[in-house]
């Protein structure tokens, strides 16, 4: 599985947009880029994830370059209950997917009012 | 909205005892996991379960754990004889759909395991 990297914290102030950057170099042709956070030890809880195309729910967007070699999360409008570790993953699909998910240490988004 | 419960939330067992963590996944999922958090560590994967069977498991699920799907609805995990390093949150997830691009992990709250 292709590694991620991502910086370790980032604050953002309430109601700006956090933009999350990550790198994920030697992702490869099938490889999906998935992100979770966890909110205080809770369980991890799933945000988003594409291949190539730009994504948007009612969560965030995600922004994957078009070499696909780093992608951005952005949480357009960051409150307090945003703060929480976000993890990038990169899985592949298809034949390949066995349905683990790889967590790094994440980026630790503390937002501030 | 469908969600993953856990059972129990906290679990206080003596080193060498055999506990069973419990989770119920989502009603229509086929595919179930269970990872664990050590405290202030990364969350770890450790089994994945599909058909009634082990799909894949890491170094850390040894033979003293196993998985267990006993009737239609719950996901077990025990632990036979545990160890104090075996503290940690376990967290259970599952998911409806793998190899496709609606392949999404619903996680449970965990239970937290304290081996004393």
């Known amino acids: 599985d292709a590694k991620t990297t991502q910086p370790p914290s980032m604050d953002c102030a309430e109601g700006r947009a956090a933009n999350l950057p990550c790198n994920h170099s030697?992702?490869?042709?099938?490889?999906?880029v998935y992100w979770y956070r966890q909110i205080h030890s809770q369980g991890p809880q799933y945000i988003i994830h594409?291949?190539?195309n730009n994504e948007t729910n009612e969560m965030a967007s995600l922004i994957i370059t078009e070499d696909r070699k780093s992608s951005t999360l952005i949480l357009p409008h960051a409150t307090l209950r945003d703060t929480a570790v976000y993890y990038c993953?990169?899985?592949?699909?298809?034949?390949?997917?066995?349905?683990?998910?790889?967590f790094g240490q994440g980026t630790t988004l503390q937002v501030k009012p | 909205e469908p969600e993953v419960t856990q059972t129990p939330s906290h679990q206080v067992t003596q080193m060498g005892q055999e506990v069973i963590l419990r989770c119920v996944p989502i009603?229509?999922?086929?595919?179930f996991y269970w990872y664990r958090q050590i405290l202030g560590q990364k969350v770890e994967f450790l089994v994945s379960?599909?058909?009634?069977?082990?799909?894949?498991k890491s170094e850390i699920f040894d033979d003293q754990f196993s998985v267990e799907r006993p009737d239609g609805s719950n996901f077990t995990l025990k632990i036979r004889s545990t160890k104090l390093e075996d503290s940690a949150m376990y967290f259970c997830?599952?998911?409806?759909?793998?190899?496709?691009?609606?392949?999404?992990?619903?996680f449970g709250p965990g239970t937290r395991l304290t081996v004393l």
């Open positions: 997830a599952s998911s409806d759909f793998l190899r496709g691009a609606r392949d999404t992990q619903y």
């Open positions: 030697t992702i490869s042709g099938n490889e999906y």
């Open positions: 594409g291949l190539k």
């Open positions: 993953i990169v899985r592949p699909q298809g034949s390949s997917n066995t349905g683990k998910l790889i």
């Open positions: 009603s229509n999922h086929l595919y």
């Open positions: 379960f599909y058909n009634n069977e082990i799909s894949e």
